[in-house]
């Protein structure tokens, strides 16, 4: 089992910044690939952009350029720094953690983020 516990989230004005962090527990050295997916209301969930754990990228077109996510292995953490915000982008970001051997797929609680125009 792999425990995901997001934080960082919370209410910024557009054009601000936001980190958020996922903390990873129990069995995460099995873990192939994070990364962070978020949902509006009304919409499905999305992906945001995903780490492997040798540090490879992947982003969502509407997010490169603004959002960069990253992977302290020492820390078991992944973090998304989202920079010049808007208000689509307000949504509940989740935390996932993927395991190829397996298919498993594991989630955190999410965290909202609101952005006000």
């Known amino acids: 089992q792999v425990q995901l516990v997001e934080s960082g989230g919370g209410l910024v004005q557009a054009g601000g910044s936001l980190r958020l962090s996922c903390a990873a527990s129990g069995n995460i050295f099995s873990i192939n690939l994070m990364g962070w997916y978020r949902q509006a209301p009304g919409k499905q969930r999305e992906l945001v952009a995903t780490v492997t754990r040798s540090g490879r990228t992947n982003y969502a077109d509407s997010m490169k350029g603004r959002f960069t996510i990253s992977r302290d292995n020492a820390k078991n953490t992944v973090y998304l720094q989202m920079n010049s915000l808007k208000p689509e982008d307000t949504a509940v970001y989740y935390c996932?953690?993927?395991?190829?051997?397996?298919?498993?797929?594991?989630w955190g609680q999410g965290t909202q983020v609101t952005v006000s125009s």
């Open positions: 996932d953690a993927d395991r190829f051997s397996d298919l498993a797929s594991y």
